[in-house]
């Protein structure tokens, strides 16, 4: 019996070889359950912060306010898009006009239309291309020995017909601005008397839950946003459209303008070259 007893493993003295693999086992787990609450919390910031982004800030306002913001915005891009088409194109009127002008006159004055129809040539813009217009008209009829009344009709029909293209030209796309002036502020208008329709329905409905003032300011801020954005694009139409007006209306009057002194000066021309021809005339019949 003692024997056996010696012989029989002693279980206090030997170590626990079971007890490690289950605390390695239950720190896996507890891993995993860490890693995926970091990703969780990862992407519930990334969705917190693209939620917030949408719902921040000017593109906040505009998913706010519903159907009728879309066709503003529509409106306002081609608004922006006019606007910056015609203020490149009407750049060219800023030219140097009046030395142009001058140096025309002084020309025709001194009987050199040709040099005069070359500079006008060489110039860019539009008040340089009516002048020369009206040079070569009154150069060729001049040179074909028309009487200087016909000369003169000629020249001021021909010199405002081809303004009139060039104004067309310059009035490109301007009544597109007049049209997002008017119909933006309308769109905004017909958005804001849709979200007071809805507004109101919604009181109606929740009558004696929630506070009828709280619900109706709310609402009444959402349905105004249309017509502030409607203003906000209606306005800066309006502006560009009046801006481009009064720049095509100036160059109009200046080549109006230059077109009397020009035929005025072709008139004189024309007046002294038959006076001339009369007074040698009469010298030779004399002789």
């Given at each position: 019996?003692l024997?056996?007893?010696q012989?029989s493993?002693?279980?206090?003295?030997?170590?626990?070889?079971?007890?490690?693999?289950?605390?390695?086992?239950?720190e896996?787990?507890?891993?995993?359950?860490?890693?995926?609450?970091?990703?969780?919390?990862?992407?519930?910031?990334?969705?917190?912060?693209?939620?917030?982004?949408?719902?921040?800030?000017?593109?906040?306002?505009?998913?706010?306010?519903?159907?009728?913001?879309?066709?503003?915005?529509?409106?306002?891009?081609?608004?922006?898009?006019?606007?910056?088409?015609?203020?490149?194109?009407?750049?060219?009127?800023?030219?140097?006009?009046?030395?142009?002008?001058?140096?025309?006159?002084?020309?025709?004055?001194?009987?050199?239309?040709e040099?005069?129809?070359?500079?006008?040539?060489?110039?860019?813009?539009?008040?340089?291309?009516?002048?020369?217009?009206?040079?070569?008209?009154?150069l060729?009829?001049?040179?074909?020995?028309?009487?200087?009344?016909?000369?003169?009709?000629?020249?001021?029909?021909?010199?405002?017909?081809?303004?009139?293209?060039?104004?067309?030209?310059?009035?490109?796309?301007?009544?597109?601005?007049?049209?997002?002036?008017?119909?933006?502020?309308?769109?905004?208008?017909?958005?804001?008397?849709?979200?007071?329709?809805?507004?109101?329905?919604?009181?109606?409905?929740?009558?004696?839950?929630?506070?009828?003032?709280?619900?109706?300011?709310?609402?009444?801020?959402?349905?105004?946003l249309?017509?502030?954005?409607?203003?906000?694009?209606?306005?800066?139409?309006?502006?560009?459209?009046?801006?481009?007006?009064?720049?095509?209306?100036?160059?109009?009057l200046?080549?109006?303008?230059?077109?009397?002194?020009?035929?005025?000066?072709?008139?004189?021309?024309?007046?002294?070259?038959?006076?001339?021809?009369?007074?040698?005339?009469?010298?030779?019949?004399?002789?």
């Open positions: 019996m024997s056996l007893a012989a493993p002693d279980n206090s003295d030997t170590p626990d070889t079971n007890s490690q693999p289950t605390a390695e086992g239950s896996a787990p507890a891993e995993n359950a860490e890693n995926a609450s970091e990703a969780v919390a990862e992407a519930a910031a990334e969705q917190g912060f693209i939620s917030q982004f949408f719902d921040s800030g000017a593109l906040g306002l505009l998913l706010e306010g519903g159907f009728f913001m879309w066709p503003i915005l529509i409106l306002g891009i081609v608004a922006i898009a006019v606007i910056i088409e015609r203020y490149r194109s009407l750049k060219m009127l800023n030219n140097d006009d009046e030395g142009l002008r001058q140096q025309v006159l002084d020309l025709l004055t001194q009987d050199r239309v040099d005069a129809m070359n500079l006008c040539d060489s110039q860019r813009g539009p008040v340089a291309a009516v002048l020369a217009n009206g040079l070569r008209k009154y060729v009829l001049r040179r074909l020995g028309h009487d200087p009344a016909k000369i003169e009709e000629q020249v001021i029909q021909s010199m405002e017909s081809y303004s009139v293209h060039i104004v067309a030209a310059l009035e490109r796309h301007l009544p597109i601005l007049a049209t997002i002036s008017s119909v933006a502020p309308m769109i905004g208008f017909l958005g804001t008397v849709q979200g007071m329709i809805v507004s109101f329905a919604n009181i109606v409905e929740m009558m004696g839950e929630v506070n009828i003032v709280e619900a109706a300011a709310g609402g009444i801020q959402v349905a105004l249309t017509t502030c954005f409607g203003l906000i694009v209606g306005i800066p139409a309006f502006l560009g459209f009046n801006y481009f007006s009064s720049i095509i209306n100036r160059f109009v200046e080549v109006e303008s230059t077109a009397t002194e020009l035929v005025e000066i072709v008139t004189l021309q024309l007046t002294l070259a038959q006076s001339e021809a009369k007074k040698e005339q009469a010298s030779t019949s004399t002789v």
